[in-house]
């Protein structure tokens, strides 16, 4: 579009073409908006993911309309355009699908038992919570294996954003992802597949997250002031879940 514009030159029309001539340009430059669709500029640190979740819509519906890919970087001042419709809004509130729950629903889950819900990252480009138990039995000599309660896929390994329910859950046993023992005792872990130092979870990732952490809320009730990253609470310095995960746009999310 820029190479179109040095090429016109307003002398070349007539006086009372020049409004249009500037109008199509101005049409070109905000490409796909319309006059139905509302424009989110982008602030810093925002993702697709924290844009959609604000306007209530699909990270999908939003990507498509702006011609993104679901887990394209933004950059600040950037327009999107928020589409409308029946068919870009989100249900009311986000949900697991049927079965992880009932698994959620039916674990014995005494009250008080759990205080924080804690997200970590895998570390690595793709996996599986298959893989993840096999190292922490064999390598870790973890003797409940699989030391998170929850893993959530990216499509490489697991399928993205599908969700693996853990026997840690199922049987109400320690976490073994923090340093500590004794904030093990109390603390959920929940590990996304990838290495966000290095690229963004997926939009579906996210998505899930979010599911599955209100899910767990509702079940062990607790506030959003429990939900913290690895980081955040682990006795030791770590750098997990990674430069990129989207910790501020996510709580932004959760509170609305």
């Known amino acids: 579009m820029e190479s179109a514009v040095r090429r016109v030159k307003l002398g070349d029309f007539p006086q009372r073409a020049v409004g249009v001539v500037l109008a199509l340009l101005l049409m070109g430059a905000t ?3 319309c006059a139905a669709d509302l424009v989110h500029v982008v602030k810093r640190s925002e993702t697709l993911y924290g844009v959609a979740k604000k306007h209530k819509i699909s990270v999908r519906s939003l990507a498509e309309r702006n011609g993104l890919k679901a887990t394209a970087r933004l950059l600040i001042g950037q327009k ?73 896929g990216n499509g490489r390994g ?13 049987k109400q046993i320690n976490g073994g992802h923090l340093a500590s023992e004794a904030q093990n005792e109390t603390s959920l872990g929940i590990c996304l597949v990838g290495n966000f ?29 429990t939900v913290v990253t690895h980081q955040q609470i682990n006795t030791i310095h770590t750098r997990c879940p990674g430069t990129k995960f989207p910790m501020k746009s996510f709580m932004a999310g959760l509170a609305r």
């Open 197 to 225: 130092d290095a690229k963004a979870p997926t939009s579906r990732q996210m998505e899930s997250l979010a599911a599955l952490v209100e899910a767990l809320q509702t079940r062990c009730k607790l506030s959003d002031k």
């Open 158 to 170: 697991m399928g993205d954003g599908e969700i693996y329910v853990g026997n840690r859950w199922l």
């Open 80 to 152: 999107l355009a928020i589409p409308s419709g029946l068919s870009a809004t989100l249900p009311a509130k986000l949900s697991v699908p049927a079965e992880i729950q009932k698994a959620i629903d039916s674990a014995s889950v005494k009250s008080g038992r759990w205080k924080h819900i804690v997200l970590h990252h895998s570390g690595t480009p793709e996996g599986t919570a298959k893989g993840m138990n096999e190292y922490h039995l064999k390598v870790r000599h973890m003797e409940n294996g699989l030391a998170y309660h929850f893993v959530i």
């Open 31 to 33: 490409a796909g908006l």
